[in-house]
C-alpha cells in the first residue's frame, strides 16, 4: 500500500534543506505569526511574507504540484470558515439569487471580508507545508526538543506519524475483509453495525500493538528520548536564518501598526 508522506520531499540537498530543523521551525512560527496578527483589513503587510515563502519554496526545489495539492485538501475548511461572509456582510450586491421568500445576495464588502481569512489560512498552511516538505518528521521532532517544546508532546507526535500510516493499513486490511465477506451488501443498519465493529477491532488491535512497542523500546533502554539522525548543534547561519525571520516577522507588524494604526 502507497502513502505519500508529508516530509516526502525532506532528503533533499539546497541550503533549505540543510537548515537546522529549529531554525525552520522558528522561522515557520514567525511568518504565521505575522501572518495572524497583521490587521484584518490589510492585505499590503502580507506580500512580504507570500514573497519570502516564495523564495523559500523555490530554494527548497518543492514541487508546485505537490504544494498545490496539499493546499487544496485543507482548502474546505477555508471555504468552510469564509463562504458566510459573502452573504451576511452588507454592501453593493454583486449577485443576486432568490431562494424561495428569500433573496441571497453577493456583495463587494462580503467578499473583502472572506478574502481576510482566507488569504491567511493559505499562507499559514503554505508556511506549515514548507516546513514539513523540507525537513524530516523525526528531524522535526528533534527540533522541537531543543525549543523545549515537552518531552512527552514531542514523542506523542513523532509516534504519531510513525504509526498514523501504520494503523492506515491496517483500516484498509479490515475494510477488505469485511467487503470480501458481505461484498458491501445487506441492510443499511447491519452495514452500520459491521463498521462500528471495524472501529472496535482497530482500537484493540492499535492497543495491542503499542503495548508491545513499549515493551520492546523498554527492553532496549528507551528512556523517553527520541534519538535523531540530525544531533548538531546550530550552526551560525542557522543561528542568523532564525534570527533574520523574527526580525522580519516583528517589523511586518510593526509596519502594519504604525501605517494603520
Known sequence: ??????????????????????????????????????????????????????????????????TVKRLLIVSPFAAA????????????????????PWTLEVTDAGLARAAAPVSRFFLCAWAALLLLATTRFQDLAGGLGRLRVPRVLV?????????????????????????????????????MRSRTGLVGVLFLRTFDRAERIYWAMAARGFDGRLSTVREAPMR??????????????????????????
Do not use: N
Open 1 to 66: 500500500m502507497h502513502h505519500v508522506m508529508l516530509d516526502h520531499f525532506a532528503a533533499g540537498a539546497t541550503p533549505v534543506h540543510r537548515l537546522d530543523p529549529a531554525a525552520k521551525t522558528v522561522a515557520a512560527l514567525a511568518a504565521i505569526l505575522a501572518t495572524v496578527l497583521v490587521s484584518r483589513e490589510h492585505f499590503l503587510p502580507l506580500v512580504p511574507v507570500a514573497a519570502a515563502l516564495t523564495v523559500y519554496h523555490a530554494l527548497g526545489r518543492v514541487p508546485l504540484g505537490y
Open 155 to 191: 514523542t506523542q507526535l513523532a509516534f504519531m506519524y510513525r504509526y498514523l500510516w501504520v494503523l492506515s493499513d491496517e483500516m484498509m486490511r479490515l475494510r477488505m475483509a469485511r467487503a470480501a465477506r458481505d461484498g458491501g451488501f445487506g441492510p443499511w443498519t447491519l452495514r
Open 236 to 261: 551560525p547561519a542557522d543561528w542568523l536564518f532564525a534570527a533574520a525571520s523574527v526580525a522580519a516577522a516583528a517589523a511586518i507588524v510593526a509596519w502594519d501598526r504604525l501605517a494603520h494604526g
Open 81 to 100: 470558515v469564509a463562504v458566510m461572509f459573502p452573504l451576511l456582510e452588507p454592501g453593493r450586491a454583486l449577485w443576486s439569487v432568490a431562494v424561495g
